[in-house]
């Protein structure tokens, strides 16, 4: 999405090529009564610079997928460029990046309980702690030094304080009281993990590590981060590699590292039994917490795909998006974590997260 | 003198209705234009005039000029956003503009926004359809719109302000000077547009939020006869444009987008026996600057310089027989915040051929060549004929290949650009037929264009890169009927156009988004003494958003009237009224861009 958004607005500053459209009348027939209990939310970013695409979609536990849910359900779209989902308590988040809003609804019925927009700027992800939400914000993007987390009072749904950090904060992790901030760096690059003491909203350290750092998670005291490198094409400035981050959260410091080759460009990072999934283009690979090695061989290879868009592994399976030319409805693929094939839906324009609702 | 007569024949051929004057002595009015090659090698395809009055009835907006009065599909959004052209259902560059005679099309984006051109700075506008790329280099696919300012060499002193003012505090001005003796002449003007462009979207409870928009053009042309056999032309143009982008949802982050052209072109013609000798030589820059949030200084940007020189050399084997040689040089300094700096340098030869075989017949055969170390340029080339059966009907057909060059985006963007591209190429046919009888004038074309090698830029990973993917098939048909007829005091004048377009896309079997089926418009204007009443018309039909057609998210077909009135006192003053949308219809050419409901404007014209 940061690739193909950058594009658009720097190629032409303007949306001539990702501009989008459907007309008023042709409203979906979503599913209303639906119940969304128990089973997985997909979110479709939609087409950036379009107000009526982006949606969400519904897998139920037996298999049977709805597509349009929010407007279904509430008559009215999600907005401009949806980014991420939240889900705490009995409401469900949802990030609306070019919006800069978040809309709440009940994470049951769907039905939208409030929109917040003020403090919030180009937001990214959500994580919850203590009747708190946080939210990263690119904040405005002319400038690169606003950057923010957003402090919402879940109770009141109102954003209460704002933590200044340093630019491009993406995904996060909460463990302990404290913040873990992967900064991808926005429009520029970025190669730090902040750490936000979250008694004094402060950041407390910053932990280098390798450039774009695209997925975090974190088990048993240690945060591993997957970082992507940087591709470059500009031969004056020189392409960085990859490389997944081992570190101790009790000191805060990197406890080991693995690169990957050059011109390797490594994306997402779940974790699953002990193992850390991670993907490269199409293919997926696995490996033991404990490897001192990486993969040589793919777990499973979904040829043709360019880009495995939105990643999940969860009981024993995994959740996989094809976003293809971000124009036309994407698919999911769902295979175990053996790498068998289970199942393939179509869904919308560019399903790029998956949110298990039990 | 072969000059003159070739120069007054130019008049008569771009439909410039010369002003006549009030002594009686009758002497040639001779107008110039720079464009020579529209004149001389555009007789075997459509091409249509648009005056100075109907300028001056529209929006100072090209899109709004152009959707009125041509088959041209335009994806606007919203008045004064970014506009995108689709003549003859091919993409957004490949239409050329060509500003008297030179390519203007942006280097960094290879296609003209229609939207940052005030129309008001031209004499005509030239719409040629179909290709065009042997006489006018990348991009002249679909068609190429020609701007172009006029010098007259005749004794004149005429200075001109045009007025106008409407609803959302929309505001259009010109005032331009010409004087001019048979020697020399001078033509200086200034344009100013700006709009709050605020308006309400029509049954909606909505505005149009951070559309404002100004801009302001200069330009001077000049030329000098030096003696019988020399004479030099200079045309200058400086255009400066601010647009806020309009927001698709409240919420957004307002951003706006700064644009500066300034284009000088040097001419010098010499006329020795049966050559004609046309040294050229131009200067374009180009720069953008786009704005992420209007309240902050930051922007990105991309600029090109560009220094063209050409050379045509003309020779007239007889009256019937013409032969050019062009020879171009054209060097690209291009730089930006995401581009790497470059320079590209692109050298080509070209010739032309005319053959008037009969009175009745004629064709026309042009190749071209270009040169350069970016990428591997085709051999392009053109040719047509004309024919006229009888006095109600004659026929053209014109066959070329085309092509459209990769753009300083697709070659050097620092994040995905790739030096190893192939330019776009076109093959086409067509065929026009015109009927004319009695006050009618009827034409017929039908066309067929398959694009091969597009370029499209496709994720790779985690970047996007472009790459000379697609195949696109396009064949369509247009219809154009004309009527006009003086009875006493009594005058009245039809216009109208349907074309049909089929544009697929070859690999996966949908048809192109943003390119309806059908459009069509149509303009009436009916005059009593010096009364004018006009209505206008447009219908689009609705068109696919989504590239694997999905219907559902189709933007809906939609058809506008317009309603004007001008009045003409004492020759030299001109009072009008329009009426825009005066069926207050909502309607949108891209989705959540809403165009403006029923609106008002008002307009003066003072030739002093």
Known sequence: ?358 | MRFITFLFGASLLLGQSVLAQDNLVIEIQEVVISDNLLKDYSQTQKTETLSDSVIKRNSSFLTSLLNYNSLIYFKENGIGGASSPSFRGTTASQTAVIWNGININSQTLGQTDFNAVNSLSFDNITIKSGGGSVLYGSSAIGGSIHLNNDLYFYDRFENELFLKYGNFNTFDGRFQTKIASNKYSLQLGFSRSFSDNDYDWVGKDRKNINGQFENSTFNADFGYKIDDINSIKFYSLYFNGERHFSLVLPTETPTKYHNTDIRNLLEWTSLIGRFTSRAKVAHLFEEYRYFPHVDNQFYTFGKVESFIAKYDLAYDFSDRIKLNAVFDYTQNNGQGSDIHSEKRQIGSGSLMFKHLLTDKFLYEVALRKEITNNYESPFLYSMGMKYEVNDFYSVKFNASKNFRIPTFNDLYWVTGGSADLNPETSYQAEITNEFTIKDFGITLTGYYNQLEDMLRWIPTGPMWEPENTEEVEIFGLEAGLSYSKIIGKHSINLNGNYGYTSSKNKKTDKYLIYVPAHKGNARVSYGYQNLNIYGEFLYVGEVYTRSDNNSRYNIDAYQVFNLGTDYTFKTNYTLGVKVQNVLNTYYESVENRALPGRNFMMYLNLKI
């Open chain 1, 1 to 358: 999405m940061k690739t193909m958004k950058k594009l658009a607005l720097l190629t032409f500053g303007l949306p001539l090529f990702f501009i989008s459209c459907s007309s008023d009348d042709n409203n979906s027939g979503g599913n209303a009564s639906g119940e969304y209990a128990n089973g997985i939310f997909i979110l479709n970013e939609g087409k950036f610079m379009s107000a009526n695409t982006a949606e969400v979609s519904f897998l139920s536990e037996n298999g049977i997928l709805e597509n349009d849910v929010f407007y279904g359900v509430n008559n009215s779209y999600l907005g401009d460029t949806a980014q991420s989902i939240g889900i705490e308590g009995d409401k469900l988040y949802i990030l609306v990046n070019n919006s800069n809003t978040i809309k709440v609804v009940n994470r049951y019925t769907f039905e939208l309980i409030t929109t917040i927009t003020t403090a919030i700027q180009s937001p990214r992800y959500i994580v919850f702690e203590n009747g708190k939400g946080y939210v990263s914000n690119l904040g405005n993007p002319a400038d690169s030094s606003d950057d923010y987390i957003a402090v919402i009072d879940l109770s009141s749904n109102q954003v209460t304080t704002t933590i200044p950090v340093s630019e491009g904060p993406e995904k996060m992790v909460e463990e302990n009281g404290k913040l873990y901030v992967a900064h991808k760096g926005g429009w520029g690059v970025g190669n730090t993990i902040s750490v936000i003491d979250l008694s004094s909203n402060t950041v407390s350290t910053t932990i280098p590590v390798a450039d774009v750092p695209d997925g975090i998670d974190e088990k048993d005291g240690y945060l591993y981060v997957m970082c992507s490198g940087f591709s470059s094409w500009n031969s004056e400035v020189p392409s960085t590699q990859g490389g997944l981050f081992k570190i101790d959260m009790t000191t805060n410091e990197v406890d080991s590292s693995l690169s990957f080759a050059e011109g390797i460009y490594p994306t997402h990072l779940e974790i699953e039994n002990n193992k850390l999934y991670y993907t490269i283009s199409g293919d997926v690979f696995a490996v033991d917490l404990s490897a001192t090695t990486l993969p040589t061989n793919a777990l499973l290879s979904l040829n043709g795909m360019y880009n495995i868009y939105g990643f999940e592994v969860e009981d024993g399976k995994i959740y996989m998006s094809d976003p293809k030319d971000y124009n036309s409805n994407g698919e999911i693929f769902i295979y175990t974590t053996n790498g068998a094939f289970i199942n393939s839906y179509e869904v919308g324009i560019a399903p790029n997260g998956f949110y298990f609702n039990d």
